[in-house]
């Protein structure tokens, strides 16, 4: 027994060395309607090719993230041809379009959406490319089938536009009631033309921003405090926009009834990672008299990633065979 299951273990790690794998960061305006998250992850789990290997909800925020994971396939000349992961992340967002209405949505985090973020990435052996293709397949769904506007980002956009930029032009970053956002706060029609899809904004759904780009951490660390306009001095003192870590985007929230956050995207955590942005948040906050909790990350590594959705579509082959 203990062989065989050594032997297992080493022809887990060579499959996943030479698996493609593509990953999807799935963020959805919604956390606190049950029923509705049901809808979504039910269509989540229809292929089961797909693995929804995390979700992280925030009732605070109003918003849940799913990271869901599947392989690629190519032709004979090395161009990918198909992905399960495609269907799935399509089903999951006409579950979302018809269970949440953007007009009766609130919370203390930004979103211009109901279906607000998607981004991919590649795992393992996969590229880049394989994700600006995969990204490109979704946004056309969304922008010609479903007909919602969607602005493309990064290695998605023909310049690289980043996300940021693209979130400014949009006023995603202005909250329109006492710190939170609530409803549409879109214009009917847009500032920026979209790449795909009307210029005019359905009211129920809102927009979406859809990237690809190498893997990122998102790493949010609670302030002690409900000074909302501290926790966002210490926020673009941290950020590289404000001059502060490389590579480091951030934002000042509220989050819940006795503290703030600053929420931080680490867009290459392995040159600036946690501990330093930790460290810098904790001198900021001490400068302002307020105490700072030890953050934490919102999504697994990617390593992580991968083993997960190894481990459970090897269950899923076994309970099948």
């Not at 799935?26 to 956390?31: Q, V």
């Not at 490109?136 to 980043?162: I, W």
């Not at 008299?289 to 997960?308: A, C, Q």
Request: a negative charge.
């Amino acid at each position: 027994m203990e062989f065989n299951l050594s032997n297992k273990k080493q022809d887990m790690k060579k499959t996943i060395k030479q698996s493609m794998l593509l990953c999807c960061k799935l963020f959805i305006s919604e956390s606190r309607n049950t029923a509705a998250m049901e809808s979504v992850e039910r269509a989540g789990r229809i292929n089961l090719e797909t693995v929804i290997v995390n979700k992280f909800e925030d009732r605070a925020y109003n918003r849940v993230r799913y990271t869901i994971v599947s392989y690629v396939a190519h032709d004979s000349t090395g161009n990918a041809i198909y992905s399960p992961l495609q269907q799935t992340v399509i089903a999951m967002v006409e579950a979302a379009y018809e269970a949440i209405n953007l007009e009766l949505h609130s919370g203390a985090h930004p979103r211009l959406g109901v279906v607000d973020h998607i981004s991919f990435h590649p795992l393992a052996r996969a590229s880049l490319d394989e994700a600006v293709w995969l990204a490109k397949l979704v946004a056309s769904d969304l922008g010609n089938r479903l007909q919602v506007p969607v602005f493309l980002y990064e290695a998605a956009h023909p310049t690289g536009k980043a996300l940021d930029t693209i979130r400014r032009q949009l006023g995603y970053y202005q909250p329109n009631s006492m710190g939170q956002w609530v409803g549409c706060a879109l214009p009917e029609t847009l500032p920026e033309m979209p790449d795909i899809g009307p210029s005019q904004v359905p009211r129920d759904r809102g927009i979406a921003v859809i990237g690809a780009s190498p893997w990122y951490a998102t790493y949010n660390v609670p302030v002690m405090s409900t000074d909302l306009s501290a926790a966002r001095r210490i926020a673009r003192m941290v950020s590289e926009r404000g001059g502060g870590l490389p590579t480091v985007q951030t934002l000042g929230l509220v989050h819940g009834e006795e503290s703030t956050e600053i929420a931080c995207i680490l867009l290459d955590p392995n040159r600036v990672g946690a501990d330093r942005v930790q460290s810098q948040v904790e001198m900021l906050a001490a400068q302002e008299g307020l105490d700072v909790e030890k953050g934490y990350f919102t999504d697994f590594s990617p390593e992580m990633s991968v083993e997960i959705y190894m481990r459970l579509v090897a269950d899923e082959g076994n309970m099948r065979c």
